[in-house]
């Protein structure tokens, strides 16, 4: 950190290199993860998303301010009165980047493989739960035909990928499928950018403009992320003028870049949650037969209410977040009200050592003679496994607070941190007992809550967590109707969720962004207000954003970054309107329910379901 504080207060090393006239102009996106798939069908973690909303569209996108659906590739839709059958009305003036027209067929193979409960399903099934079929009645209508009326359509945010492409690759052969460029041949697509360069896991990904893109060409020629091994490092890459917008920084990192000359920093409201889950029973899925080694001790509800009250959550924010967050306590965040449930006053998820401490007695995990706390049948608990990741610092110093807290209630504990994909790994074969990660999640709520019923055991399940009751409840919310009674539901699902506790939710945590404010402009957060500028849902920013030389474009308009002002003689700083986010700040959000969420597994860089 130091570093990055010596070299932001350096004039010297503010520099902003101009891109020579004629030079293509490149927008330069900073990572400290990096894409696990470009492969719609596979990737699970947030920047492959972003990658495949450049390369493909979908039927619906999200609005800026809401992120309700809004129109895509359908221009419109409608649903027969029983629910059962929606029709999608196509545009007709999309092609796809080698020429080929995009129809409604290429809509329904792209559903097709999804329907058919391949390993496609696995991403995008939440979406098509109950869809029986998907029909191209003629090039620009699409017939999607249910079993039961589904309570998260029109939404449909799956990339719809080329037939004649597609055709070629079987379902076996998917689940190996790169979808990379080879021979110098870009990746076909319909999206705004094309993908020219670029392996998963790889440092960097360049993608071109598409000048024929049907929702109008980019300002831009280029985007090219690039993936640094640390946010100090990314983030003096941003000050060295050698990328254009970092993200995922901390608090601290945005406070030292703030009124930086050139550059304008914020921390955004993240749509997410941050957690310590336990293992709450990892079985083999084939044969039922418990598998891996948890501690007997987290396999117990009881025993992990308890350390409910063990977590200091305010600590958690002020040090490991630098106050760039709020607590948390249930896998809705604040900033999708409707849906939320919160706890009672009595149980609500204060520290409170004390009453951790008596809920373990109750529960019979009493102490022992060496001063550490038995199981019920008297048998030492022994060390639990705390497992951070070592890529996140502040997954590191949240497991070494939890370590600190157990002791404090007599339970005695040890630290280990593992790169993202080898934590994956860990998790999948049930050799854990608990870890810390996190979670972003989009409007509606169902993909999230999905990723705890039985089914998703061995695949999205990282808790390994089963409660038919649970289950019941899921089923019942996807084909609810009434939208009060699907939000009734969808709370007693939380509540459920809450009391078991296979996670332990520790804070909706902000997102740190910086840009260079004297080189690019014209951006917007979503939400707007006071959201994020990238790993958006949809490409709006990639469309929209402006070089310094047609920043007057958007001069003035409100909402959207601004080119930084002269610095000579000043006191420095670029400006921006309307997007900065006090930190620790919630955003609330206002949205209809009957969205859908897909979240998406922050800060990985391997398989991490």
């Known amino acids: 950190m130091t570093g990055l504080l010596l070299a932001a207060l350096t004039p010297g090393l503010l520099t902003s290199p101009a891109q020579a006239q004629g030079d293509p102009v490149t927008f330069t996106v900073g990572y400290t993860n990096e894409v696990d798939s470009f492969n719609p069908f596979l990737g699970i973690e947030a920047e492959s998303y972003e990658m495949w909303s450049l390369m493909y569209d979908s039927l619906t996108n999200y609005s800026m301010e809401d992120m309700s659906p809004t129109p895509g590739l359908a221009t419109e839709w409608e649903s027969s009165k029983d629910g059962l059958t929606w029709t999608f009305t196509l545009r007709d003036d999309v092609t796809w980047s080698d020429g080929e027209p995009l129809t409604a067929q290429d809509v329904a193979y792209t559903y097709g493989r999804i329907i058919d409960g391949g390993p496609e399903k696995a991403v995008w099934g939440a979406y098509l739960t109950d869809a029986t079929s998907a029909t191209a009645t003629d090039d620009t209508t699409l017939v999607l035909e249910l079993d039961r009326p589904s309570a998260l359509l029109p939404l449909l945010p799956i990339p719809i990928v080329p037939e004649h492409v597609w055709k070629d690759v079987s379902e076996d052969e998917v689940k190996s499928f790169a979808n990379e460029p080879k021979d110098g041949e870009p990746i076909v697509g319909s999206g705004a950018f094309r993908l020219v360069e670029g392996t998963a896991g790889g440092p960097t990904y360049r993608f071109e403009a598409n000048p024929d893109y049907w929702g109008g060409a980019p300002h831009i020629d280029e985007v090219v992320f690039r993936v640094y091994k640390s946010e100090d490092a990314a983030a003096q890459a941003l000050i060295k003028g050698e990328i254009d917008l970092v993200t995922e920084i901390n608090a601290?990192?945005?406070?030292?870049?703030?009124?930086?000359?050139?550059?304008?920093?914020?921390?955004?409201?993240?749509?997410?949650?941050?957690?310590?889950?336990?293992?709450?029973?990892?079985?083999?899925?084939?044969?039922?037969?418990?598998?891996?080694?948890?501690?007997?001790?987290?396999?117990?509800?009881?025993?992990?209410?308890?350390?409910?009250?063990?977590?200091?959550?305010?600590?958690?924010?002020?040090?490991?977040?630098?106050?760039?967050?709020?607590?948390?306590?249930?896998?809705?965040?604040?900033?999708?009200?409707?849906?939320?449930?919160?706890?009672?006053?009595?149980?609500?998820?204060?520290?409170?050592?004390?009453?951790?401490?008596?809920?373990?007695?109750?529960?019979?995990?009493?102490?022992?003679?060496?001063?550490?706390?038995?199981?019920?049948?008297?048998?030492?608990?022994?060390?639990?496994?705390?497992?951070?990741?070592?890529?996140?610092?502040?997954?590191?110093?949240?497991?070494?607070?939890?370590?600190?807290?157990?002791?404090?209630?007599?339970?005695?504990?040890?630290?280990?941190?593992?790169?993202?994909?080898?934590?994956?790994?860990?998790?999948?074969?049930?050799?854990?007992?608990?870890?810390?990660?996190?979670?972003?999640?989009?409007?509606?709520?169902?993909?999230?809550?999905?990723?705890?019923?039985?089914?998703?055991?061995?695949?999205?399940?990282?808790?390994?967590?089963?409660?038919?009751?649970?289950?019941?409840?899921?089923?019942?919310?996807?084909?609810?109707?009434?939208?009060?009674?699907?939000?009734?539901?969808?709370?007693?699902?939380?509540?459920?969720?809450?009391?078991?506790?296979?996670?332990?939710?520790?804070?909706?945590?902000?997102?740190?962004?910086?840009?260079?404010?004297?080189?690019?402009?014209?951006?917007?957060?979503?939400?707007?207000?006071?959201?994020?500028?990238?790993?958006?849902?949809?490409?709006?920013?990639?469309?929209?954003?402006?070089?310094?030389?047609?920043?007057?474009?958007?001069?003035?308009?409100?909402?959207?970054?601004?080119?930084?002002?002269?610095?000579?003689?000043?006191?420095?700083?670029?400006?921006?309107?309307?997007?900065?986010?006090?930190?620790?700040?919630?955003?609330?959000?206002?949205?209809?329910?009957?969205?859908?969420?897909?979240?998406?597994?922050?800060?990985?860089?391997?398989?991490?379901?």
């Open 252 to 609: 601290l990192q945005v406070a030292s870049l703030q009124g930086r000359e050139g550059i304008d920093a914020h921390n955004g409201d993240s749509p997410g949650f941050d957690e310590i889950a336990f293992n709450t029973g990892s079985i083999d899925v084939d044969t039922g037969e418990p598998m891996g080694d948890p501690n007997p001790a987290v396999l117990d509800p009881d025993f992990r209410w308890a350390l409910n009250f063990a977590i200091d959550r305010e600590e958690i924010v002020e040090k490991a977040y630098q106050g760039a967050g709020t607590p948390g306590d249930t896998i809705i965040p604040p900033a999708y009200g409707n849906f939320r449930w919160e706890p009672p006053e009595e149980d609500a998820a204060t520290y409170d050592p004390e009453r951790a401490a008596q809920l373990l007695d109750e529960a019979g995990y009493t102490v022992g003679g060496d001063g550490f706390r038995t199981l019920p049948n008297g048998d030492p608990i022994g060390k639990l496994r705390l497992y951070a990741r070592s890529d996140s610092q502040s997954s590191i110093d949240v497991m070494e607070y939890f370590q600190e807290w157990l002791a404090d209630v007599d339970i005695d504990s040890e630290v280990k941190t593992y790169e993202s994909s080898k934590l994956s790994d860990i998790i999948l074969a049930g050799e854990f007992d608990a870890f810390e990660w996190g979670w972003f999640v989009e409007p509606d709520p169902s993909s999230m809550l999905r990723y705890m019923t039985c089914d998703e055991l061995g695949s999205w399940s990282d808790s390994w967590y089963c409660n038919e009751d649970y289950d019941a409840l899921y089923d019942q919310q996807l084909t609810e109707q009434d939208d009060e009674a699907r939000a009734d539901q969808v709370k007693q699902m939380q509540e459920m969720l809450y009391y078991d506790a296979p996670y332990l939710v520790t804070a909706y945590s902000a997102v740190g962004e910086a840009w260079r404010s004297d080189r690019f402009a014209c951006l917007r957060a979503q939400p707007d207000p006071g959201g994020v500028f990238v790993q958006q849902y949809g490409v709006y920013n990639y469309l929209n954003v402006r070089p310094a030389a047609e920043a007057d474009e958007c001069a003035g308009e409100e909402g959207v970054t601004q080119l930084a002002a002269s610095t000579e003689g000043g006191d420095g700083g670029g400006t921006s309107t309307g997007v900065m986010v006090g930190i620790g700040v919630a955003v609330v959000v206002v949205l209809a329910v009957g969205g859908l969420v897909l979240m998406r597994r922050r800060g990985t860089a391997g398989e991490r379901e």
